[in-house]
Each structure stands twice: as C-alpha cells, then as structure tokens.
C-alpha cells in the first residue's frame, strides 16, 4: 500500500476513535449558525473567500463562521473526520484518498473555488526566457509527497521532459510555511512559494519569480469546500447558506479592481501593505485564477485524477458521482 494512503486512513481511524458522536453545527445565537471552516492555508490566493468573509456575506446567509488554519490538507481532513470543523477547504486529492480506503462517511466536494495552481517558480537570479529544462541538474524546495503543490510541480516537470528522479532534486522534508525562510537561508536553487512569499522574496532581493505553475499546468480544480456525507445530508440548507456566501465573493472579486479587493481583505493580511496586496491580487486575476462560479465540473475531477494517478498516489479511480455535488454550487448562480 502507497504511504500516502497509509498516511490518510490513519489519520481517518484514529480521529474517528475520538471523534463526537454529534455531526450537527453548533448552537444558534443572534440567529446565526456557528460554523467553523478549515482550510489549507491562509493565502490571497484563496481572496473570493476574505472578500465574502469581510463584506458580511457568510453573515447575510445566515452563518457566523469560524475561520482556521489548519496548515496542511492532512490536518483540514482531520479536523473534518474529528468533527472539530463542519466544512474543510483543501485539495480535493484528500477526498479521493479516504474515500478509496473504504470510509462510508467520505468527504464530499460541494464547491470549487480556484481552478489555477496559485503557486509560483522562484530562482536566485532574474532569468529571462525561463524554460522548465533549465531546472536539469539544480536542487527545488518542493512541497510534502502527495500534496497539491507537489503534484502540480511534478506533472509540469514531466510534460517538458525532465526526469524527476534523476534530473533534479527535489526537497520534500521544509514544512510549508517555512519554505521561503529556507530559501533564503540558501537552501535550494529553486523555491515553488505561494503568495505573499514569493514577493517578500522579490522585496527582499532573496529571489525571483520565473514562472507561474498556475499557468504552467493549465487550469487546475486545486482547491474545493467539502463535508462530510453525513453532514451535508443533515443540514443541507447550511450548505447552500455557506455556497451562496462563497458565490457572491467571487462575483466580487470578478467584478472589482484588485485595488477594490485588496481594501477588503487587508485585515486578513495584517503582515502585508495594501500595495502589496493588490499586486498579488492583479498577479492571480491576470492568470484567470478563479472561477465565475463554484461548480466543480467532471472534467475538472477526470483531470485531478489523471495528476494523481501520474504522480504515484493513485491506488483506483473514484467516481465522480460519489465524490462530487453540484446541486448547492448550481442554485447559487440561479
């Protein structure tokens, strides 16, 4: 059995040994359902779901939300499994993996929000004409084996000819965070860093963006909101509440400057300039980074699959029927 789903149903049936036998949201005050939601990373890449957090959106769908970062698709599906947060936001990689373990109460996709990898090729000089064999022979700060931002380096890599295994080295033990820190410490010729690392790299002269993988690897579902089966049976009302709120963020963000964006969610980024932000904001609009609205396709899934099946992850394909619902995304745009 492949690590990475040993990793997964592990991590499945020891926080389900602990988990509350109670699936439900919590307790309504002021009128608003408590939600806690778990993501993957806190980015302006994820900037649909600031804009719908700080213009009150969540709020005049009915839901006071609770926002965590739980740093890590692993630890979001363990707080999903533990019940310690009702809706996860991650790569949808991590459904596929316990689902393939035989779990009867999987992790279902209900929305899709970014459909462009939000990560970018950093190097220590200005190169001009970058091309993805130049990297033949040079050591990358990557991200941990099975993940999202891992695959998506891979998959571009193997499309233009170089061999992952012997061409280049590619560092997989730097927890994500701390990549850029690492980075500028002189580990590594190469870094694929988020944003804002990437630019505090560029401020701080410690390296350059090359390229984007977004672009690179064409248009990708990276990240999706799900829930458990169970809890999405329950309070399906909440769930279209939640779909909405993240619907209207991202008619925003279509509709508005990055200027206008960066002013909403600045609070989000108390570390990072208004300026700043919206250069990061314009760098993601400019490659088509989200989508015009939350439907998670069946190509979009065939094409995840076909990442994580090239990667090594992949033990069966799992149907998209069972793993993805776009009914509450569908009446959101109505």
Request: include cysteine; charged fraction near 20%.
């Amino acid at each position: 059995m492949l690590k990475r789903s040993k990793r997964y149903i592990a991590i499945f049936l020891v926080t389900l040994m602990v988990a509350s036998i109670f699936s439900g949201c919590g307790k309504k005050e002021n009128g608003l359902t408590q939600i806690t939601l778990s993501e993957v990373a806190h980015s302006i890449f994820y900037a649909p779901q600031y804009v719908a957090i700080e213009n009150g959106y969540f709020k005049d769908e009915g839901i006071d939300l609770t926002l965590v970062n739980s740093s890590g698709a692993d630890k979001v599906m363990t707080a999903l499994v533990s019940n310690e947060a009702q809706i996860g936001f991650m790569g949808s990689e991590s459904s596929i993996y316990i689902y393939n373990e035989g779990s009867e109460d999987y992790v279902v996709n209900f929305a899709q929000l970014t459909q462009r990898a939000g990560n970018f090729l950093v190097g220590r000089t200005n190169l001009t004409n970058f091309k993805w064999t130049d990297l033949k022979g040079k050591t990358i700060i990557g991200g941990r084996a099975g993940g999202m931002p891992e695959m998506i380096l891979e998959y571009i890599l193997k499309n233009n000819g170089v061999d992952i295994k012997n061409d280049v080295t590619i560092v997989q033990n730097i927890a994500f965070g701390i990549t850029a820190e690492a980075f500028s410490s002189g580990q590594g010729d190469f870094t694929v860093e988020f944003e804002p690392f990437a630019s505090s790299l560029e401020k701080a002269n410690k390296g350059y963006v090359v390229t984007s993988l977004g672009i690179d690897s064409g248009y990708v579902p990276y990240t999706a909101y799900s829930a458990k089966t169970s809890y999405i049976q329950k309070n399906p009302a909440i769930i279209q509440s939640f779909t909405n709120a993240i619907q209207k963020g991202l008619d925003y963000v279509n509709s508005h400057s990055s200027e206008d964006i960066a002013k909403i969610i600045a609070p989000q980024f108390p570390g990072t300039d208004v300026a700043s932000i919206a250069t990061i904001v314009e760098r993601y609009k400019t490659q088509n980074t989200w989508k015009a609205n939350t439907i998670f396709e069946q190509s979009s899934f065939d094409l995840l699959q076909d990442i994580l099946d090239k990667a090594g992850v992949l033990t069966k394909k799992a149907p998209y029927a069972d793993l993805v619902n776009t009914k509450y995304a569908e009446e959101a745009v109505k």
